[in-house]
């Protein structure tokens, strides 16, 4: 019976050759991830609770809407608004404490919306009164340079957004962090 | 001798079909070319990165740009004719600005917009907030007919490699072209880019 | 190598099905009038090897001419620029400056007519990058890229316009320092390099690599 012995041929073909091609195309899938900033992993809280990620407890403290202070300056694109957010985070060992007074330890806060758009922190700077809070994960001391935050002490850092009107009801963070790649997500 | 043509004949046929294979395929730069989504100018193409829609193009002998508060830059002249292409783009998810705006001629030559600051593959783009305005080229008036749009996100074709892009043909026949050549203004304001 | 082992697996299946067996009749009998066509048709072959393989890689094309030597006004029309310089002069105050007045200093100005004859736009920086130059009296070379302070397409009074677009002719303006403990330069010597827009050899993507010198220019230099 040729036939059966080229079908369980056949099959094997059939399973074979998917299996190569996922063999040479899937590392490369994740050295593309990597570069595209989405690789690494994912720590997600919700509901205002820390998420643990690298040693450090994140918190997502507050979105809140801002309105401009000057008149004067230059308007805002029409039908949007400005999402003023708050981040704490606490490092909760030593080398995350360290993390935040190497050069190499940054971190992007951006936000999101329901349909998956993001947008980053804005350029300008009068969106929001002076708070005094830090503009991203880095501590300075008191000589202005870059120090490691004690175990345990909280930064708060504030940054502003201008998004549009229909996407502020679903706002949430997504902090990309260097420089091992890998997500926070806060949602409020 | 009968074996012998055959022979013969099916290499030869063989040695044609592979001739013709290598051909039609497509070279290095063809297949990493950018993925364009094509349109018709008034109609919105979509991208993975970004939406565009083309209103209209002008041309001019000079152009004087209008800054955001008004204020009228010196005339910039050029040894052929400005085209101005007025469009309105639009970020689909992440922050874009696209600085790979081409005009290509009907004679395949590829024109990169113009380097003068404040037309719109300048912008940054954010998702949700589109923005319209002008996108500057410098054609030698003999080529203008027969030219398309086509835009990318970078100016550097290597950072395209099968990247999103948006074709569109600006119906720029013959006797319409010749006719705008011909009532060209000596000098056009063009105003700058806007929020929509 | 899964793919090797597929492709032999695939083979051995099918040959093992279709094999015919030889046939050994024939063979002795026409030895005799067949031998000078196996010669001449060999020696046909082998010419055609020689012919197919060396075509493509250019071994047929005429040997090159000579590097044409040329003085100020003329045009050399390679396969992305075509220039023409018209004007050395040596000036002691910065032609071009960047921020604020004049700058006093020693500086040589160049200025060329351009045609970018590519079909793509390339800027004053592309053609700067492919001129040589030497000034004498003392034959010092001029670093192209650190003695150079500005290079800019001469229009409507300012120094922004560097773009050099398909089909256009421009005039270019080269600006460089000479360099200290030289004396004043009298002449320059300007080689300009063509460039080819081809596949590279390891990634076949296309770009402009360096071609043959296309022209010297024996210039004076004006005061």
Known sequence: MNWKRDLWYGLGLLALVPAALAAQVLPWRERYETLAGKGGREAVAAHGQAARFNGIEWRLKSITEGRPQDPTARPLPPRTKVAIVVVGLRPLTEQASKWFGAMGGTCKIRVTDAAGRTWGPSIRGDLAPKSGLSPSCFNMDADFKLAPLPVGRELTVQTVYVVPADAFRTLRVEVRVAPEPGTVRLLP | MRRAITGVLTAALLLAGIVAVRRATPDADAKYAPIASVGEMGEQVNTAAFQLRVDRVQLARSVRLEDAYGLLGQPKSTAGVWVVVWATVAATTEEVTVQGARLRTADGAEYLASSVSGTLDKTALAPGMPSYGPILFEVPPGRLAGAALEVTVHSVKSLDHLGPAAAVDLRLSGPYTKALIEQAPASLTVGPVRDL | ?223
């Open chain 3, 1 to 223: 190598m899964t793919f090797a082992a597929l492709a032999g697996f695939c083979r051995i299946r099918s040959l093992a099905v279709t094999t015919p067996v030889p046939d050994p009749g024939p063979t002795e009998s026409r030895r005799g009038p067949l031998r000078p066509w196996i010669a001449l048709t060999a020696v046909v072959f082998a010419l055609a090897t020689v012919l197919a393989l060396s075509w493509p890689a250019g071994g047929l094309q005429e040997a090159k001419p000579e590097i044409p030597h040329r003085r100020l006004g003329e045009t050399s029309a390679g396969h992305r620029f075509a220039v023409k310089p018209y004007k050395v002069a040596y000036v002691t105050k910065d032609p071009a400056p960047g921020l604020g007045d004049p700058k006093d200093g020693r500086f040589l100005a160049i200025e060329l007519e351009v045609e970018n004859v590519s079909d793509q736009t390339a800027t004053v920086d592309d053609l700067s990058a492919v001129t040589y130059l030497k000034i004498s009296p003392g034959s010092v070379v001029l670093d192209r890229f650190k003695d150079k302070t500005a290079g800019f397409v001469i229009r409507d009074a300012g120094f922004d316009r560097t773009q050099l677009q398909p089909g256009l002719v421009e005039r270019v303006k080269f600006v460089y320092t000479v360099p200290a403990g030289t004396p004043d330069p009298t002449s320059l010597t300007a080689a300009f390099r063509d460039e080819d827009y081809g596949p590279w050899f390891t990634s076949e993507l296309s770009d402009w690599l360096p071609g043959g010198t296309l022209a010297i220019y024996d210039l004076e230099v004006s005061r």
